[in-house]
């Protein structure tokens, strides 16, 4: 479809929702479910730089010290230290990258997950028959997965445990909605 404003040398758009649909079938089926799941990070990126600031300053002020009093190769080890605390930060925000996104729409349930790397998979399930399994641990870790026909998948590994339980039931809750807009009789 086309969207211009003003007059325009494009084609006119469609005015049937029927090929749309038929090339995209999610385009025009209502969202019952959606999220996107981010790694949490504690620290955001303005805190990051004011504390590499503080770092180096600290470091600089001691390893003048150090220089000051005839012991000059401390300099190097103080800058070696803020350079792997800098490194150590950045690969930490890079893992950041990684989402995942869930979204039930039509009869599809899918899950696009992007890698650090930014690669994008995609895995897709036939909602009727999805089940949302919720392995919980003595060392109160967990385990959150979807399975339908014989295929299951892993959500949300990087979530805390906490999050990953809010999370299967909001799934839940969203399935059992998605089900009951299917046969609104059974209410």
């Given amino acids: 479809m086309f969207c211009a404003f003003g007059q325009s040398s494009y084609p006119a758009p469609m005015s049937d929702a029927a090929p749309l649909a038929a ?5 025009l089926a209502p969202v019952f479910f959606e999220r996107v799941l981010l ?3 504690s620290l ?24 000051l009093l005839g012991a000059w190769p401390v300099c190097g080890f ?10 150590a930060f950045r690969l930490n925000y890079r893992s950041a990258r990684q989402r995942e996104t869930l ?17 994008r998979r995609r895995w897709d399930f036939q909602a009727f028959w999805l089940r949302i399994i919720f392995d919980e641990r003595p060392d109160e870790s967990n385990r959150l997965s979807v399975a ?17 339980h809010e999370l299967a039931g909001a799934l839940r809750d969203a399935l059992a909605r ?8 059974r209410e």
Avoid: C, K
């Fill in 78 to 87: 103080f800058g070696l230290d803020v350079a792997l605390v800098y490194i």
């Fill in 148 to 164: 339908s026909h014989g295929r299951s998948l892993a959500i949300g590994e990087f979530l805390p445990p906490a999050t990953r």
């Fill in 103 to 119: 979204r039930l729409a039509g009869d599809d349930f899918t899950v696009e997950r992007i890698g650090i790397r930014g690669e």
């Fill in 39 to 41: 790694p949490h990070r």
């Fill in 23 to 27: 090339t995209f079938p999610q385009a």
């Fill in 178 to 185: 998605w089900r009951t807009a299917l046969n609104p009789a």
């Fill in 44 to 67: 955001p990126l303005h805190g990051f730089q004011l504390l590499m600031l503080l770092l180096g300053l600290v470091s600089f002020v001691v390893g003048t010290g150090f220089l």
